[in-house]
C-alpha cells in the first residue's frame, strides 16, 4: 500500500517541521503534500520554506502564504516579510490552490482553509451545512470535477476527522502551531495512489513532541514580534485570538 503524508501550517517553526520530517522517514512514506501556511508566527520563515521545497512532492498556499506576499500589511507581517527573499515571494505566488487524485476508489481533495478561499475558516463544531460545504466545487477547485468523497485541510490547527453523510472530511492538524495539543500534527493517508478501484483506505493522526523551549529561544533570538501570543500558543495551545474575543 501506498502512504501519503499530509502537513500544514509550519508556520516558520522549523524545529517542530524537523521532528515531524524526521518522524515521517522512519514510516516508509511515498510522498509529503503540503496544505500550506509554511510561514509567520515563528521565526524561520525562509529556513521553512527551503525545508518544504526540497521535502515536499506538493505544496498548496494558505492563507499566510497569500497574506505575506501583499504590499498592504501591518508592521508585524512585515517583520515576516522581511526576512524572505523576493524568490521566496515568488514562489508562495505561484503555488497552487488545491490538489485532487484517487486513493482505493476515493476521490480526494486537499485545499488549505475551504474549496472557496484560504480565508474562509471551517471549524469542526460549525454546522453540518458549512462542513458539507466543504465537499461542494467551486471556481477555485474547478465547477466541472466530481466532488470529492473525502476532503482534508488545514487551517484551523485541529485534528480532526468526521464521517459526514457518507463522506469523510479530516484536518491534518499544525505542525509548527498546534491549537489543540502543543504536539506537532500531521496524517498518513494508506492505500492504492491513483487507483480507482475499491479498497482499503485509511487516515491516521499523528502527534510529534519537539523542543518547544528551544524554538521559544530561537524566536525571542531574533526579537520577533508578538512574541509574548506565540508562546502561549506553542505552551498552551490556547489561540491568541480567544484573548481579544
Not at 96 to 104: E, G, L, R, V
Not at 156 to 180: C, E, M, R
Amino acid at each position: 500500500m501506498d502512504k501519503i503524508a499530509v502537513i500544514s501550517d509550519i508556520h516558520g517553526n522549523i524545529l517542530a517541521l524537523s521532528s515531524v520530517l524526521k518522524d515521517i522517514s522512519l514510516r516508509n512514506v511515498d510522498r509529503i503534500f503540503c496544505l500550506g501556511d509554511l510561514v509567520g508566527k515563528g521565526p524561520e520563515s525562509k529556513e521553512a520554506i527551503d525545508i518544504v521545497r526540497s521535502s515536499c512532492d506538493f505544496v498548496l498556499k494558505g492563507n499566510w502564504d497569500e497574506l505575506i506576499t501583499r504590499e498592504d500589511v501591518n508592521d508585524v507581517v512585515r517583520w515576516h516579510q522581511n526576512q524572505l527573499s523576493q524568490e521566496d515571494i515568488e514562489y508562495l505566488r505561484s503555488l497552487p490552490f488545491s490538489i485532487d487524485f484517487y486513493m482505493s476508489g476515493r476521490r480526494l481533495r486537499l485545499f488549505h482553509a475551504s474549496p472557496f478561499s484560504v480565508w474562509i475558516r471551517v471549524q469542526p463544531w460549525d454546522s453540518i451545512e458549512k462542513r458539507l460545504s466543504m465537499f461542494e466545487n467551486s471556481v477555485e477547485t474547478g465547477l466541472g470535477t466530481k466532488e470529492p468523497d473525502v476532503v482534508g485541510y488545514g487551517d484551523v490547527h485541529n485534528a480532526f476527522i468526521q464521517h459526514l453523510s457518507g463522506k469523510t472530511l479530516f484536518n491534518a492538524g499544525s505542525v509548527g502551531n498546534p491549537l489543540d495539543l502543543p504536539e506537532a500534527s500531521y496524517c498518513i493517508l494508506e492505500g492504492t495512489f491513483n487507483s480507482e478501484k475499491r479498497a482499503p483506505f485509511s487516515i491516521q493522526h499523528i502527534r510529534v513532541p519537539y523542543d518547544i523551549d528551544l524554538a521559544i529561544q530561537l524566536a525571542r533570538k531574533k526579537e520577533m514580534p508578538e512574541l509574548k501570543e506565540y508562546i502561549q500558543e506553542l505552551t498552551t495551545s490556547r489561540y491568541r485570538g480567544l484573548e481579544k474575543a
